[in-house]
C-alpha cells in the first residue's frame, strides 16, 4: 500500500499579524507550524500502514524551510518526505498547487492520497479534492473514520452537515480528514533521532515531469486584486452597567425590543 | 492553453443544493445574490438542480428568482456522489457556458466545486461573503476572509470563465418567494460517462443530537474559557435553552473537555451566523471571531474589559459570569 500525505507548513496564525498599512500579512512575526489539520492525516496514513503495511511518504511544496515539517512527519513515523521546489511554483493558487501535488503523487505512485480537511492560512479546503480531480481519483472529503479497509476498497464515514454519510470507494482514492478521526501520536524519540538526520528527497517541476505553465502565479486562475486588515477596533460595544440584577433587567429589555424573547 | 473567448460565456448560474429532497436555504439566498448580479450584468439567472425525484423543486427556485432550472433528475442521482454531481455540472456549464457558477460552502459544495473548477479550467474562490461586479470587464471580485479571518482578500479570476465560488451560508439575503413568477425549466443531455463513479452512497446516520445544530441556529450561547470549568457549563446551556438557542464553545473550552467538538466555533469549528450570539467568558482570538463575527447581533460577556471580543459586539456586560447568566436565564423564563 503506497500511502502519500499531502503535508503543508503555515504562518502561526495564532500569532499572526496584519499590517494596518499595507494589509499585508507580517510573515517574519509570526512564525511557522504544520497546518494543524494534517497531523491527523499522517496520523490516519500510520495507522493504515500498520494495518496493511506499505509505505508512508509526506510531501510538501514550499521553500527550502519547509523541510522542518517534512522533519516533524518523520519522527512521527513516516517512511519517506519529499519537498517539491521550485522557483516556477511560487504564487500557485489551489488550482495550480493541486495539479503540482498530483504530478508528484504520480510520480512517487499513491494507492491512498491523504489531505488534512483544509490548511489553516487559506483555509479553503479546496486542494485535496482537486487533486483527485487531476488523478481522476474518487475524493472523499470530511472523512471522520475509515469503517473497512482493503487493498482494493474503502468504507468511510464522512461528516456532512445534517450528518453523516457513509460511502464506499475503490481505490486509488483521496481523502480529507478532520480532527476527530484520531488522535495524532507524537513524535518518538527513535523518530526525532531518524528525523535529525534525515535529508528530504527535493523534487524539481521538471522531475515531477509538471508543464510549467500549469503553475505559478502566472498561470494561477485566481488573482487577489487587493487585501486588507479585517482586525475591528476593541471597544466600541455599547456597555451595559450596574449589578448582575439590573443588567440582566437591561439586556433583557434589548433582547425583548429585537424580538429574541418570544 | 488556447486564448478563452470570454464573450462565449453568459449567465449566472447558483447551484441548487438539496439533501434527501429538502433544499438547502443557502441556495435561496444565492439566488437573492445571483439576481441582483444577473439584473446588473443584464443577463438570465439559472440553477442547477440535480437529484433523483426533484423535478417538484424546480419551480421553488423559479419562485426564489431563477428564470431557468437546468434540472437532472435521475437515480443516479439519489445520493451526493462528488464524482456524479462534479462531472454532471461540468457537463452542463460545458454545454451552456455560463460566466459565473456559484454554490453554498458547504460540506457538499466545498467537497464537488473543487473538481468541477478542474474539469473546466477554471479557478475558484472559497467561502465568499460578498460579491462586487467590476462591470467594463464583466469579473466578478469574490471577498472573502483568510489568515483565520485577520485578512479579507478580494479575489478576481480575469482570464477564465466561469468565475466560481462558493458563498458563505447565511451571509446573502434570499427573495420573498413569488408562486407566480415563470421560468423555464431545462432538461440538459448528459453524457454517459458523466454518470460513471468509482465511489458510491452506503447510507446516511442522521446526528442524533439533542441540541440544536449550531450551523442552523438562529441564536446561539457559546462558552469559553472564562466558564472556568465544565460543570459550569451549564449556565450557558440552561441560558440558551432559555432563549430557545444552540450551545456554542470557543477551541478552548472544547480542547478542556467540556463540551464536545461538535460545538466548536471558530476556524477550525464550525462558521456560524445566528440572528443572536452570545459570548460567555470567550475572550476574542481571531481564530474565534472568523467563526461568528457575521453574526447579527453580538452580545458579549466577559470579565476582561479588554477582550477583543468587545470589538466586534453591539452590546457587552464586563463582570462575573456566575451572577450574569443565572440573573439572565431567571429573567427571561419569568417573561
Known amino acids: 500500500m503506497k500511502i502519500v500525505v499531502c503535508i503543508k507548513q503555515v504562518p502561526d496564525t495564532t500569532n499572526i499579524k496584519v499590517d494596518p498599512e499595507t494589509g499585508t500579512l507580517k510573515r517574519e512575526t509570526a512564525g511557522t507550524v504544520m497546518n494543524p489539520f494534517d497531523m491527523y492525516a499522517i496520523e490516519e496514513a500510520l495507522r493504515i500502514k500498520e494495518k496493511l503495511g506499505g509505505t508512508v511518504t509526506v510531501v510538501t511544496m514550499g521553500p527550502p524551510m519547509a523541510k522542518e515539517i517534512l522533519k516533524v512527519a518523520i519522527g512521527m513515523g513516516a517512511d519517506e518526505a519529499v519537498l517539491l521546489c521550485d522557483r516556477l511554483l511560487a504564487g500557485s493558487d489551489t488550482w495550480a498547487t493541486s495539479y503540482a501535488l498530483a504530478k508528484t503523487a504520480e510520480k512517487l505512485g499513491c494507492d491512498i492520497m491523504l489531505f488534512g480537511k483544509q490548511a489553516v492560512d487559506g483555509d479553503t479546503a479546496q486542494v485535496g479534492p482537486s487533486a483527485a480531480q487531476y488523478l481522476k481519483m474518487p475524493s472523499l472529503t470530511w472523512v471522520k473514520k475509515i469503517r473497512e479497509i482493503s487493498d482494493k476498497e474503502i468504507v468511510v464515514e464522512r461528516m456532512m452537515e445534517d450528518g453523516i454519510d457513509v460511502v464506499k470507494s475503490s481505490l486509488p482514492v483521496a481523502l480529507t480528514v478532520v480532527k476527530e478521526i484520531n488522535e495524532p501520536r507524537l513524535e518518538s524519540l527513535k523518530g526525532k533521532m531518524r528525523a535529525k538526520k534525515y535529508e528530504p528527497q527535493v523534487l524539481t517541476l521538471a522531475d515531477i515531469n509538471g508543464d510549467e505553465k500549469m503553475v505559478g502565479v502566472k498561470n494561477s486562475p485566481t488573482r487577489v486584486a487587493k487585501s486588507w486588515s479585517a482586525t475591528r477596533e476593541a471597544g466600541k460595544a455599547e456597555l451595559i452597567e450596574g449589578d448582575a440584577g439590573a443588567r440582566a433587567e437591561n439586556l433583557f429589555g434589548k433582547l425583548k425590543t429585537l424580538g429574541f424573547i418570544k | ?335
Open chain 2, 1 to 335: 492553453m488556447a486564448e478563452l473567448n470570454k464573450s462565449e460565456f453568459n449567465g449566472v448560474w447558483i447551484f441548487a443544493e438539496q439533501r434527501r429532497g429538502k433544499m438547502h436555504n443557502v441556495a435561496f439566498e444565492l439566488l437573492g445574490k445571483g439576481r441582483e448580479l444577473a439584473d446588473q450584468l443584464k443577463v438570465s439567472l439559472s440553477a442547477v438542480l440535480l437529484g433523483n425525484g426533484v423535478t417538484g423543486m424546480a419551480q421553488d427556485l423559479i419562485a426564489a428568482g431563477a428564470d431557468k432550472v437546468y434540472l437532472v433528475d435521475d437515480p443516479k442521482l439519489d445520493h451526493f456522489n462528488d464524482e456524479l454531481y462534479a462531472n454532471v455540472l461540468a457537463d452542463i456549464a460545458s454545454q451552456y457556458k455560463p460566466e459565473i457558477i456559484l454554490t453554498g460552502a458547504t460540506a457538499v459544495g466545498r467537497a464537488f466545486f473543487p473538481r468541477v473548477s478542474i474539469l473546466l479550467n477554471a479557478g475558484l474562490t472559497a467561502d465568499c461573503t460578498a460579491f462586487e461586479l467590476d462591470m467594463a470587464e464583466r469579473n466578478l471580485f469574490q471577498i472573502r476572509p483568510a489568515f483565520g479571518g485577520s485578512l479579507m482578500a478580494k479575489i478576481m479570476t480575469p482570464e477564465r470563465r466561469p468565475q466560481m465560488s462558493t458563498a458563505r451560508y447565511k451571509v446573502f439575503k434570499a427573495l420573498v418567494k413569488d408562486p407566480s413568477r415563470k421560468g423555464e425549466i431545462i432538461k440538459p443531455q448528459i453524457k454517459a460517462d458523466s454518470l460513471q463513479a468509482r465511489s458510491q452512497f452506503v447510507e446516511f446516520i442522521e446526528e442524533v443530537e439533542t441540541t440544536i445544530n449550531i450551523a442552523e441556529a438562529d441564536i446561539i450561547v457559546s462558552g469559553g474559557r472564562g466558564i472556568g470549568g465544565g460543570e459550569n457549563f451549564k449556565l450557558v446551556r440552561e441560558l440558551a435553552q432559555a432563549l430557545g438557542g444552540a450551545v456554542g464553545a470557543s477551541r478552548a473550552a472544547v480542547d478542556s473537555g467540556w463540551i464536545p467538538y461538535s460545538h466548536q466555533v471558530g476556524q477550525t469549528g464550525k462558521t456560524v451566523s445566528p440572528k443572536l450570539y452570545i459570548a460567555c467568558g470567550i475572550s476574542g482570538s481571531v481564530q474565534h471571531l472568523a467563526g461568528m463575527q457575521s453574526s447579527d447581533i453580538i452580545v458579549a460577556i466577559n470579565k476582561d474589559p479588554e477582550a477583543p471580543i468587545f470589538g466586534v459586539a453591539k452590546y457587552g456586560i464586563v463582570g462575573d459570569l456566575n451572577e450574569i447568566l443565572p440573573a439572565l436565564t431567571e429573567r427571561i423564563k419569568k417573561g
